[in-house]
Nanobody, 124 residues
Framework: QVQLVESGGGLVQAGDSLRLSCAASGRTFSSYAMGWFRQAPGKERTFLAFISGSGRTLYLEGSVKGRFTISRDNAKNTVYLQMNSLKPEDTAVYYC?????????????????WGQGTQVTVSS
């Protein structure tokens, strides 16, 4: 397993942008696919974005496609979630997760390691 630490959350206004980072420990980061999820108050944790270990395969959930992008820098053991045109409904705790898979994974149970989460609050 890898240890994951998210950062970059905060309070922003509608229409603003934020870039979340997720730093991973260990020397095998590129062997892990990474995902971003979010959990709004009183709701389940839901999938947002997936990136393969090489970074060549990307997948975004439909509601954020066109506004969010996922990327990774394996030299820095870091995965990013760029969020543009933020809306109040994007308010949630955002989590990154790691999975030993080569296939697009959107289910929580496909991921082995999770970060502690970072709060994103979007005011109207």
């Amino acid at each position: 397993q890898v240890q994951l630490v998210e950062s970059g959350g905060g309070l922003v206004q509608a229409g603003d942008s934020l870039r979340l980072s997720c730093a991973a420990s260990g020397r095998t980061f590129s062997s892990y696919a990474m995902g971003w999820f979010r959990q709004a108050p009183g709701k389940e944790r839901t999938f947002l974005a997936f990136i393969s270990g090489s970074g060549r395969t990307l997948y975004l959930e439909g509601s954020v496609k066109g506004r969010f992008t996922i990327s990774r820098d394996n030299a820095k053991n870091t995965v990013y979630l760029q969020m543009n045109s933020l809306k109040p409904e994007d308010t949630a705790v955002y989590y990154c997760a790691a999975a030993r898979t080569q296939y697009i994974s959107i289910r929580r149970d496909e991921y082995d390691s999770w970060g502690q989460g970072t709060q994103v609050t979007v005011s109207s």
